[in-house]
Structure formats: C-alpha cells, structure tokens
C-alpha cells in the first residue's frame, strides 16, 4: 500500500478554481490507479475522477466532466484534481485513494482502492 496525503483545499466563491493535489509514498505508485472521492455532510461518498496508472486513462462523474480535469506525474508521485467553474455543490470532503490492482471492481467505485487520504475540506460559496 501507499500512504497518500491530500492538500489545496480551500474557500473560494463559486466560478472559482482550486487544484488539489495527491502526494503518495512508495516505489511502485506509478502502477497504482488513483482516485478522487468527495463527501458532503448528510451525504453518502462519490466518486469523482480517476486516472489509471500507467496508461493514464482518465474517468470523470458526469457533473464535473468538462470542469475537473485529473492528472499524474508519476516522477513526483502526485496526481492533481484541477477543478474549474467551481459551484456551491462542489463543496465537500476531498479524498484521494490508490488502487494497487489486489481489489476487484471499477476505478469508478470505491471497492478497488486500498489506500485513502485523510481528505482535504473544499468550500464552495454562492
């Protein structure tokens, strides 16, 4: 497993932009898909975007498709969540997560990934 720390969180009015980023340990990252999943209060966890390990492919929930985008730089072991024209319903818990490929099922579903980050708070205001 790797250990995986998020961080950009923030405040911002909606229109606005903020770029998470996914900071991981371990030598064998670049194998791992990575996820982003975001709770709100009262709410169950969504998934969000996702990016493959080494082929790259990238998967979106339809509400941000066109407006988040995901990436990964495997030589920093970080992937980013650039997220553009941010609305009030964005707002949430952030998590990042790595799949090692041991677990079952979708990147786009949360049963593959083994390791999670604590989660960075994101706040969108009208």
């Known amino acids: 497993q790797v250990q995986l720390v998020e961080s950009g969180g923030g405040l911002v009015q909606a229109g606005d932009s903020l770029r998470l980023s996914c900071a991981a340990s371990?030598?064998?990252?670049?194998?791992?898909?990575v996820g982003w999943f975001r709770q709100a209060p009262g709410k169950e966890r969504q998934f969000v975007a996702a990016?493959?390990?080494?082929?790259?492919?990238?998967y979106y929930t339809d509400s941000v498709k066109g407006r988040f985008t995901i990436s990964r730089d495997n030589a920093k072991n970080t992937v980013n969540l650039q997220m553009n024209s941010l609305k009030p319903e964005d707002t949430a818990l952030y998590y990042c997560a790595g799949a090692s490929g041991r677990r079952q099922g979708s990147v786009t579903t949360a049963p593959p990934y083994d390791s999670w980050g604590q989660g960075t708070q994101v706040t969108v205001s009208a």
């Open positions: 371990g030598r064998t990252f670049e194998n791992y898909a």
């Open positions: 990016i493959s390990g080494r082929a790259g492919t990238t």
